[in-house]
């Protein structure tokens, strides 16, 4: 079964830190460029953070430029955010997701992403 399953959100307070994980599994996802994205309570999902296959590109948004990094590690199928600097607005769930094999460039729209994990949530409190 081909899958992704995010973990590490929690509830913290405004400056800590959090690194969420997502592990994929059930094809080689070494190919595939994948993200991360958030959904609050009455807005959009949006892409937070994005890395190519091989990891040698990535992309942030503008909100969390300098505080949240993207890594992934293809030997053991896993993409990770780190947050640092942890702010209210940060408050979402955050769902990691997978474009198709072959797929190792960046894109930012959900369009671009055809598998996803069921989501974590994060609550940073003032």
């Known amino acids: 079964q081909v899958q992704l399953v995010e973990s590490g959100g929690g509830l913290v307070q405004a400056g800590d830190s959090l690194r969420l994980s997502c592990a994929a599994s059930g094809r080689t996802f070494s190919s595939s460029a994948m993200g991360w994205f958030r959904q609050a309570p009455g807005k959009e999902r949006d892409v937070v953070a994005a890395i190519s296959g091989s990891g040698s590109s990535t992309y942030y948004a503008d909100s969390v430029k300098a505080r949240f990094t993207i890594s992934r590690d293809n030997a053991k199928n896993t993409v990770y955010l780190q947050m640092n600097s942890l702010k209210p607005d940060d408050t979402a769930v955050y769902y990691c997701?997978?474009?198709?094999?072959?797929?190792?460039?960046?894109?930012?729209?959900?369009?671009?992403?055809?598998?996803w994990g069921q989501g974590t949530q994060v609550t940073v409190s003032s």
């Open positions: 997701a997978a474009r198709s094999i072959g797929s190792r460039y960046i894109v930012t729209s959900t369009s671009g992403y055809g598998l």
